[in-house]
């Protein structure tokens, strides 16, 4: 099942992004879809107000540093 992840708002380029059942990226809005896209969420789950440990496309781990503001099932 997809999911939508809205992200506190703090002046970024990007609030959401789209991820598939196995945790990758696969949209991401309004902008920066270039950057985002193929990018793997690696938290098993995810909840509000948590931050999304990621593996970058060049395989780098990292946390997000905007935490999860809503989470929609697609």
């Known amino acids: 099942m997809k ?3 809205y992200f506190e708002d703090h002046g970024q380029d990007f ?3 789209i991820i598939d059942e196995n945790g990758t990226v696969i949209d991401c ?3 920066q879809a270039s950057v ?3 990018c793997k969420v690696l938290n098993n789950e995810i909840e509000i107000g948590e931050f999304v440990v990621f593996e970058t496309k060049v395989g780098d781990i ?3 540093k905007y935490s999860i ?3 929609e099932e697609l």
């Open 29 to 31: 809005g309004p902008f």
């Open 62 to 64: 990292m946390e997000l």
């Open 3 to 5: 999911k939508k992840i």
């Open 15 to 17: 609030l959401w992004w």
């Open 36 to 38: 985002w896209v193929d």
């Open 69 to 71: 503001e809503k989470i």
